[in-house]
């Protein structure tokens, strides 16, 4: 009955800036760590960044650092990737994910994600 459901996705030029959004439902994630991956064609899934349950805390990849922002609205059961001077090879296929646990550290070594949203296409474009 949880669900993650992406928006926003589409073709941008290089340089230019998007904002996705993951909308989430059955249960509230405000106690919970949420994060963005992606995956190219031909490529492993990749970490793009995540944010801590109190909103305080953020991380990301050190190919985005700079240019992406993660957010969330816990009174919409929202979260959000603001991406800024979006190159090539940002273009990939975009997933929300949430951790189930309530009140876990953002941590690398300790983000578990056991929900995930169907993804959402990005194409930046030369």
């Known amino acids: 009955q949880v669900q993650l459901v992406e928006s926003g996705g589409g073709l941008v030029q290089a340089g230019g800036s998007l904002r996705v959004s993951c909308a989430a439902s059955?249960?509230?994630?405000?106690?919970?760590?949420m994060g963005w991956f992606r995956q190219a064609p031909g490529k492993e899934r990749e970490f793009v960044a995540a944010?801590?349950?109190?909103?305080?805390?953020?991380r990301y990849a050190d190919s985005v650092k700079g240019r992406f922002t993660i957010s969330r609205d816990d009174a919409t059961n929202t979260v959000y990737l603001q991406m800024n001077s979006l190159k090539s090879e940002d273009t990939a296929v975009y997933y929300c994910?949430?951790?189930?646990?309530?009140?876990?550290?953002?941590?690398?070594?300790?983000?578990?994600?056991?929900?995930w949203g169907q993804g959402t296409q990005i194409t930046v474009s030369s």
């Open positions: 059955g249960r509230t994630f405000r106690r919970n760590v």
């Open positions: 944010i801590s349950w109190s909103g305080g805390g953020t």
């Open positions: 994910a949430a951790d189930g646990r309530d009140y876990r550290s953002l941590s690398s070594l300790r983000e578990r994600y056991d929900y």
